[in-house]
T-cell receptor
Framework: GENVEQHPSTLSVQEGDSAVIKCTYS??????FPWYKQELGKGPQLIID?????GEKKDQRIAVTLNKTAKHFSLHITETQPEDSAVYFC?????????FGKGTTLSVSS | NAGVTQTPKFQVLKTGQSMTLQCAQD?????MSWYRQDPGMGLRLIHY???????DQGEVPNGYNVSRSTTEDFPLRLLSAAPSQTSVYFC????????????FGSGTQLSVL
């Protein structure tokens, strides 16, 4: 089955800096790669997703890149703000289930 | 529009007790799923359903049962609770049959003593 590895587990940045979170997946059949943000005490919320036929997707300050050959994808957050502090999860899927990484706790200090 | 509603929000059980975690969605989504979240383990898929009458196992199905008699509801049953089932449980739904663009509920925090 699919296995998703996510790094780093924790990330601390200064406000205004960029943050990058990386994930690798094992199943070459996976074709859908979303990113979720989870704030304290809440359920995860989809922030951006990408399909395997696209190499990069951007939405304001966040972007996701995908390298199918290397089986890895990354989340990029530019101009970080304190409200970006949360746990971020990557996931991979494309059949009937999404498999998640273990999460990255992002802390943005002002 | 309530989205995905989970009840209860908190529950404490004794080892061996049974209970049902409720999940309901009002978005007419065919796909529903249950995940558990443990510290350092991320979100792990327990069971999922692609429509009424259809369920399948995820990564960690042992100790849990599900059924899907209606589109709206997808309850998760613990037949004999164990301390290893102490976790936060999330229900999620999607209009996509592959589970893409999941909408998550706010979670149920379960402690088994």
């Amino acid at each position: 089955g699919e296995n998703v590895e996510q790094h780093p587990s924790t990330l601390s940045v200064q406000e205004g800096d960029s943050a990058v979170i990386k994930c690798t997946y094992s199943d070459s059949a996976s074709n859908y790669f979303p990113w979720y943000k989870q704030e304290l005490g809440k359920g995860p919320q989809l922030i951006i997703d990408i399909r395997s036929n696209v190499g990069e997707k951007k939405d304001q300050r966040i972007a996701v890149t995908l390298n199918k050959t290397a089986k890895h994808f990354s989340l990029h957050i530019t101009e970080t703000q304190p409200e970006d502090s949360a746990v971020y999860f990557c996931a991979a899927g494309g059949g009937t289930a999404l498999i998640f990484g273990k999460g990255t706790t992002l802390s943005v200090s002002s | 529009n309530a989205g995905v509603t989970q009840t209860p929000k908190f529950q404490v059980l004794k080892t061996g007790q049974s209970m049902t975690l409720q999940c309901a969605q009002d978005m007419n989504h065919e796909y529903m799923s249950w995940y558990r979240q443990d510290p350092g383990m991320g979100l792990r898929l327990i069971h999922y359903s692609v429509g009424a009458g259809i369920t399948d196992q995820g990564e960690v199905p042992n100790g849990y049962n599900v059924s899907r008699s209606t589109t709206e509801d997808f309850p998760l049953r613990l037949l004999s609770a164990a301390p290893s089932q102490t976790s936060v449980y999330f229900c999620a739904s999607s209009y996509n049959p592959g589970g893409e663009k999941l909408f998550f509920g706010s979670g149920t925090q379960l402690s088994v003593l």
